[in-house]
């Protein structure tokens, strides 16, 4: 998953990994927590993110200038839950022509949670209509947190992956078009580490005949007041299965509800806690990893979480960082 050098104290000799730093990012590359990308037809990209009623920033390549455009929910969502005008973990999608934006409703530490979705036909802030809940709702009763979502397609198939803490990473079936939960389907269980229930943000991204389940594990948050462990912050994840829909396990063959997970990205040199990801094909770069993380040599605080983003490639089936010599 990444290059190891030797580190050696005393005599000790230690493998750890070794991370490329993050690719060039220019303009406005704060304001970036839980970054979703998508890049419309005219090559525009849209980088949406928590906070401010989901900020919006465009640039015309990924490495930027990025420009703040506004909120794109700049009233909030109608959803009747705390937490309605600060929404978390945007995830843009293009279904049909049509653009959805899946949003969470939430606060820090709570399961009163729900995912809600709004609609565009161009991205641009000002042009989004609240469709409000989605059906996805949690509280004490359910055996999972209903936030953090993102949607594939497969094989005709409206997959909504989501979840945090509690009993891990789920995912449920959507209607056509993906605004509602199908009838009738209940949420399975694709990820769950019962020593560390840090699990949040999965995502799946197909390759070579795999579907790759990545997601960020630790603590994300709140760096400036209160450090975790070391090891215990933001990192990036991996399972595969042959199938989208469960059967998940990490390269060592562990399954990923029996606390598998391979290691994508974790804290190096001045890039501490990354996660919030996110995984596309670029028609430039290829398969690409995109996250949020805090620089160390300007600060800890959420407010200053940055935007960074790696090439992958997939080595003998398992994706990896592709170094480059290029760095912020």
Same mark, same amino acid.
């Given at each position: ?19 490329? @730093? ?19 037809? %005219?090559?525009?990209?849209?980088? &949406?993110?928590?906070?401010? $009623? ?14 703040? *455009?506004?909120?794109? @929910? ?6 009747? =839950?705390? #937490? ?10 293009? /279904? ?14 709570? *399961?009163?949670?729900?995912? #809600? ?68 389907? *209940? ?5 769950? %580490? ?13 390759? #070579? ?7 960020? +594990? ?32 990490? +390269? ?10 391979? =290691? ?12 919030? *990801?996110? /995984?596309? $094909? ?5 398969? /690409?990893?995109?996250?949020?993380? /805090? ?9 200053? +979480?940055?935007?960074?983003?790696? +090439?992958?490639? &997939? ?14």
């Amino acid at each position: 998953m990444a290059r190891l050098a030797i580190r050696c104290v005393f005599a000790t000799c230690l493998f750890s990994p070794v991370f490329s @730093l993050p690719e060039a990012c220019t303009g406005i590359c704060t304001n970036s927590h839980d970054p979703s990308i998508i890049v419309r037809p %005219d090559g525009t990209y849209f980088r &949406f993110s928590t906070g401010g $009623r989901i900020a919006t920033h465009t640039a015309p390549a990924i490495t930027g200038p990025w420009k703040y *455009q506004g909120p794109a @929910l700049p009233n909030g969502s109608t959803i009747k =839950l705390r #937490g309605n005008q600060d929404l978390w973990a945007p995830d843009a999608s293009q /279904v049909d022509g049509v653009y959805y934006l899946y949003y969470s409703v939430s606060t820090f530490g709570s *399961q009163n949670s729900a995912i #809600g979705l709004a609609r565009s036909t161009t991205l641009d802030a000002g042009t989004w209509t609240d469709l409000g809940s989605t059906g996805l709702t949690s509280d004490a009763s359910k055996p999972y947190n209903a936030i953090d979502s993102s949607l594939i397609i497969i094989n005709g198939m409206r997959l909504l992956t989501f979840g945090s803490f509690w009993n891990g990473l789920h995912q449920i079936s959507m209607d056509t078009p993906p605004v509602r939960v199908e009838s009738g389907a *209940q949420p399975r269980q694709l990820s769950y %580490d019962r020593s560390d229930k840090a699990e949040e943000g999965p995502i799946l991204f197909a390759d #070579g005949g795999y579907y790759y389940l990545f997601f960020s +594990k630790g603590s994300c948050c709140g760096y400036d007041r209160n450090r975790p462990a070391v090891g215990r912050e933001y990192r990036i994840m991996v399972c595969r299965s042959t199938t989208p829909t469960g059967g998940f396990v990490d +390269k060592s063959g562990v399954a990923c509800t029996s606390g598998g997970g391979a =290691l994508v990205l974790g804290s190096h040199e001045w890039v501490y806690g990354p996660g919030g *990801q996110g /995984v596309y $094909r670029d028609s430039f770069h290829g398969p /690409v990893l995109y996250y949020h993380y /805090v620089d160390t040599r300007v600060g800890f605080a959420d407010r200053q +979480k940055r935007f960074g983003w790696n +090439k992958l490639d &997939f080595l003998d089936g398992w994706p990896a960082i592709i170094t480059s010599l290029s760095t912020v």
